[in-house]
T-cell receptor
């Protein structure tokens, strides 16, 4: 069974540009989560999508947005890139949510570098 | 506000030693707690998931315990090996399905 996949592996952008990161969950999983892991800051929760809807977001500005497609894959968009957006972006998926929430499985991440 | 703390921040042990990693959280209203390992520059690998109603979970040489009332979890690694060298993260899943991660314990097992 294929795990969570993310693309691209690496992305280099210039300040002010837009970045699009993609995630495909494990087959059968309906929830997708996005996290940012910046150097020295640890893992920060960004966004949670379930059944095509944004269910929750962390403390990030609106220029971080995304969507979930009917096939449950997801896209994270970061507009007006800033240098501090440079980080490893991790996507995770699970097949259950809410009470008794289920295990999250992580992808390998996308390394975004903003110059 | 939920905060997750992991102690120690780093640990270096000789191969074969048994060790304990600690995770504490400030709000006991959690759905579950999950332990991960992360190799440098890589994604996270799930090790163990403990539901809020459970006290412990075991997988091979790993055993994780959960004491919700005291806001603590421990990850016990038996007979450590150089391949265990990685950063170990604990995460609590809370209401609104936010996941709060600790900063991690960096483990180095010397051959």
């Amino acid at each position: 069974e294929a795990g969570v996949t993310q693309s691209p592996t690496h992305l280099i952008k210039t300040r002010g540009q837009q970045a699009t990161l993609r995630c495909s969950p494990i087959s059968g999983h309906t929830s997708v989560y996005w996290y940012q892991q910046a150097l020295g800051l640890g893992l920060q929760f960004l966004l949670w999508y379930d059944e095509g809807e944004e269910r929750n977001r962390g403390n990030f500005p609106p220029r971080f947005s995304g969507r979930q497609f009917p096939n449950y894959s997801s896209e994270l968009n970061v507009n007006a890139l800033e240098l501090e957006d440079s980080a490893l972006y991790l996507c995770a998926s699970s097949w259950g949510t809410g009470l008794g929430a289920y295990e999250q499985y992580f992808g390998p991440g996308t390394r975004l570098t903003v110059t | 506000k939920q905060e997750v703390t992991q102690i120690p921040a780093a640990l270096s042990v000789p191969e074969g030693e048994n060790l304990v990693l600690n995770c504490s959280f400030t709000d006991s209203a959690i759905y579950n707690l999950q332990w991960f390992r992360q190799d440098p520059g890589k994604g996270l690998t799930s090790l163990l998931l403990i539901q809020s109603s459970q006290r412990e979970q075991t997988s091979g040489r790993l055993n994780a315990s959960l004491d919700k009332s005291s806001g603590r979890s421990t990850l016990y690694i038996a007979a450590s090996q150089p391949g265990d060298s990685a950063t170990y993260l604990c995460a609590v899943h809370t209401g609104g399905f936010k996941t709060i991660f600790g900063a991690g314990t960096r483990l180095f097992v010397k051959a």
